[in-house]
């Protein structure tokens, strides 16, 4: 499979607890966003990144956030001192300079805070 | 910032039937309009966009309608199908700098055998 991967795609933790997330996008694509999805929402923009570089981030994402692309491939998004609040659907999306305006979903990474 | 609303959010149609769904945006620099297909559990799919030099397009039993004046652009689903089941969630992106869209709240299509 060549598209958008996400790792977990299921996480439980307890509340107060650090999790963070790992985003493999398509190879040849050099942005990247995260998104969260809750129920019967639309995905909300968290952050996006153009290759290693963070260019965006939304008022959503709190200072216990924090997302890299080290070296312009795969991203990671971590949450400290996880709470109730953060539990949602992690959604990252991929995009080439090309293609502009065109994103590509992974499949997710369900988080439930306890 | 932008702003993206759509309506209905649950539709429900008999298989055969055509399915229309439709959104308005508050931002005149938007210019892509995409249309994403989510399935319980599944990641959204892209299932059709359309860029605002263009009034409408089509694929297959999928076509878009985009109204620029009036900032609203509607999705339009014919001889539905038991499969066309699903979330579909409209967005609005800017042409420049990041594209980030914003994504409608969804709808809830139901085709009933």
């Known amino acids: 499979d060549t598209g958008v991967s996400q790792n977990p795609r299921h996480k439980i933790t307890k509340r107060g607890q650090n999790v963070t997330f790992r985003c493999d996008p398509i190879s040849e694509h050099n942005r990247l966003y995260w998104y969260r999805q809750t129920l019967g929402q639309g995905p909300e923009f968290l952050t996006y990144f153009q290759n290693e570089a963070q260019l965006e981030k939304s008022r959503l994402l709190s200072d216990r956030f924090s997302a890299e692309r080290p070296k312009g491939s795969f991203s990671t998004l971590e949450i400290q001192r996880t709470e109730q609040g953060d539990s949602a659907m992690y959604l990252c999306?991929?995009?080439?300079?090309?293609?502009?305006?065109?994103?590509?979903f992974g499949p997710g990474t369900r988080l439930t805070v306890l | 910032g932008e702003n993206v609303e759509q309506h209905p959010s649950t539709l429900s149609v008999q298989e055969g039937d055509s399915a229309v769904i439709k959104c308005t945006y508050s931002d005149s620099a938007s210019n892509y309009f995409p249309w994403y297909k989510q399935e319980l559990g599944k990641r959204p799919q892209l299932i059709i966009d359309i860029r605002s030099n263009v009034g409408e397009k089509k694929d297959q039993r999928i076509a878009v309608t985009l109204n620029k004046t009036a900032k609203h652009f509607s999705l339009h689903i014919t001889e539905t199908q038991p499969e066309d089941s699903a979330v579909y969630f409209c967005a609005a992106s800017p042409s420049g700098g990041s594209y980030i869209p914003t994504f409608g709240r969804g709808t809830s299509l139901i085709v009933h055998p």
């Open positions: 999306a991929s995009g080439s300079q090309v293609r502009y305006n065109e994103q590509f």
